[in-house]
């Protein structure tokens, strides 16, 4: 394990009870703010009969209804442009962002002096510390800068933190990697895919990324860095160490991957953190699989109350290798809520198949998986392509055998795979359909 820094060591491993304890005194402070400041939120308080002087101890949480994306979109509609959910005016604000709408209707929020200077700088810096970042360390980030939040955090408050900043926007894959050269930098970041994708531009160029200065990879947007396979493969190829990085435009970062890399942290003194049973909604306890549900316990400008984000994760409250008391998601994100199927008494998320696909190069990225009826006794079908007509029989698989590996590693079940022809499996435009559930 490299070497453990903390920046705020007393809250990062304060006793548990501790740390709810303090979780609660935050929580009541946001909540009264918020219905104070926004009437998005007295008006949703008002209807379920709740106050914030309701909320004595965490188990009251409950009682508090949830925030979800779609409340936010319709607020915005109605009041553009920033809905009536921010407790800043739009004087107040600095900067703004917005999601990317894969899912609907962008979502816009405004940040105010403080959220963006004090405490996104704040968050940030248990990410820093938690990497084992230091001043004497450079950042290049290759992110073409815009509305999306994505790198724009770590870019301003590392630089804030000391590090040298390196900006990586405007510039083709293959100048990203002359600059890598030329600036050497230390750290560099992306999503999982973009940063293999540079793996292999560099790779055309000759160029070999395991001998350059960079020692630690920071990857963000997909599963990819809680994905051993992944991992490896980013680590191999940079010669450096990968870890996690989560959060959402809407919520900020919120959860970073330590040195011991154990799975990934969520920064508990300024996050309450909560997991459900996506369906009814109960309360679930350690351990158990289910629906991350969030509270920003410190910004000012637009905290999230009870906010559903619609990813599935485990959670273990054991103390970390690193010290930390600070939770853990075990695997990172595992998928989202709801695209799940049942199979085998597990819960699958085709989101997690499609990683386990698209993470293998000798598969093309379609697939198809066949779920068998209950109880007929037959294993779990996933159908691939491979990704080119020269690849030999043997090549496919070996494969095919770590596929599986990976697939009962993550998901607890053994499927068949079959390999199918070139162009065998169905394409799809705009919303695909690749499970099948046989009846
Ligand atoms: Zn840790």
Known sequence: MEKVMMWKPELETMPREKLLEHQLQLFRKQMAYV????????????????????????????????????????????????GDFHCISPEQGVRVFQTTGTTGIPVRSLLSKKDWLEV???????????????????????????????????????????????????????????????????????????????????????????????????TA????????????????????????????????????????QMGTHIIESMFLVEVIDPVTGKTLGPS?????????????????????????VKVDIKKCDCGRTFLRLEGGIIGRADDMFQFGGVNIFPSAIENFVRETKEFSNEYQVIAPKMGSGKHLRIRVEPSSPSLSKEEMDRAVKAFKEIFKFRIGVSPDVEV?????????????KRVIRET
């Open 221 to 260: 947007g997909e599963p990819g860095a809680q994905v051993p396979s992944t991992k490896k493969l980013i680590e191999t190829t940079w010669g450096a160490k990968n870890y996690d990085d989560i959060g959402s435009t809407e919520i900020s970062n919120f959860g970073f991957e330590c040195v011991a």
């Open 120 to 218: 996104y700088y704040d968050q940030f810096m248990y990410f820093m510390y938690g990497y084992g970042i230091t001043k004497a360390d450079s950042i290049f980030i290759p992110f073409n800068y815009g509305l999306y939040l994505a790198w724009w955090g770590i870019h301003s408050s590392f630089e804030q933190g000391g590090v040298l900043v390196i900006p990586g926007g405007g510039q083709s894959s293959e100048d990203r990697i002359k600059n890598i050269l030329e600036w050497k930098p230390t750290v560099v970041c992306g999503t999982p895919t973009y940063i293999l994708f540079l793996g292999e531009t560099a790779k055309k160029m000759g160029v070999d990324l395991s001998k350059t200065t960079v020692r630690i990879v920071i």
């Open 35 to 82: 219905y104070e400041r926004a009437p998005f939120y007295r008006r949703k308080f008002d209807e379920a009969g709740v106050r914030p002087e309701h909320i004595k101890t965490l188990e009251d949480v409950s009682k508090i209804p949830f925030t979800v994306k779609d409340e936010l979109r319709r607020s915005q509609e109605k009041s553009p442009p920033f």
């Open 420 to 432: 199918v022809k070139i162009g065998e499996l169905p394409r799809f435009e705009g919303k695909a």
């Open 288 to 312: 158990q699989e289910g629906e991350l549900v969030l509270t920003n316990l410190c910004c000012e400008s637009m905290p999230l109350i009870r906010w559903r984000m619609g990813d599935v």
